[in-house]
Every structure is written in C-alpha cells, then in structure tokens.
C-alpha cells in the first residue's frame, strides 16, 4: 500500500457559515466516512487545522513573515491515507463528505515519498 495526503482546501469561514444542524451533520457524516476508512485499515491519520498560523517566504536570503490568509481559501484539515494507487486515493477523497457539506471545498492529493533516514 502506498501512502497518500490528502489536504482539504476550503473557504476560511465555511464553518461559520454552517447552521449549528448543518455543522451537526457534517460531523456525523465526518465521523462515519473516518470510521469506514479505520475499518478498511485506509487510514492512518485525520485532524483538522486551525485558521490560526503563520506563512513563511525566504527569498533573497531572507524570510518575510507574511499572513496567513491571503488567498480565499485555506488547507483546513488532512487525512493521511493508505491506497494501492493514486485511482484508489482519488475515490478515497471523492467519498469525502466535504463535498456535501455545502462549500466549495477541493481536496489536493499527493502521494507521500519514502526518502531513507527520514523517520
């Protein structure tokens, strides 16, 4: 099985703009698509971020500390997923109730590389 990240792109107040039953279902719905990928062996990690944070540039041999939120959307959470190809990762993400949650949510796929000496 290969190892995949797949970070969860979305509105910076989508959230907010959730009615408390909406919120309550996409944590339900949340809930049972992390438990069926547990039961499958899919899964191997799943935590949300918060919009709190800091974006670090170098360039010119320095850094510049800009914010965070620049753009109109923010990696709000990952899931880190084991798949036997990039297909499989893909249908993986689709099921994501994100996508039903009423936002515009996108979700970017990466395979995860195995570099020697790191952990």
């Known amino acids: ?5 797949l970070l969860i792109r979305n509105e910076p107040d989508y959230w907010e703009i959730m009615t ?9 719905n949340a809930t049972n698509y992390i438990t069926k990928l ?22 010119e041999g320095g850094f510049k ?9 923010v990696i709000g959470g990952y899931f880190h997923i084991l798949a036997h190809d990039l297909t499989e990762a893909i249908e993986i993400a689709k ?3 994100i996508f039903h949650a009423g936002s515009t949510a996108r979700i970017e796929i990466r395979e995860i590389m195995k570099a020697e000496g790191i952990n």
């Open 20 to 28: 408390a039953e909406q919120q309550q279902t996409h944590m339900q």
């Open 1 to 5: 099985m290969k190892e995949f990240l």
């Open 95 to 97: 099921a994501n109730p």
């Open 38 to 59: 547990a039961n499958e062996g899919k899964i191997k990690d799943a935590q949300p971020l918060t919009m709190r944070g800091a974006m670090l540039e170098c360039s």
């Open 65 to 73: 500390d800009g914010p965070f939120i620049e753009s109109k959307e």
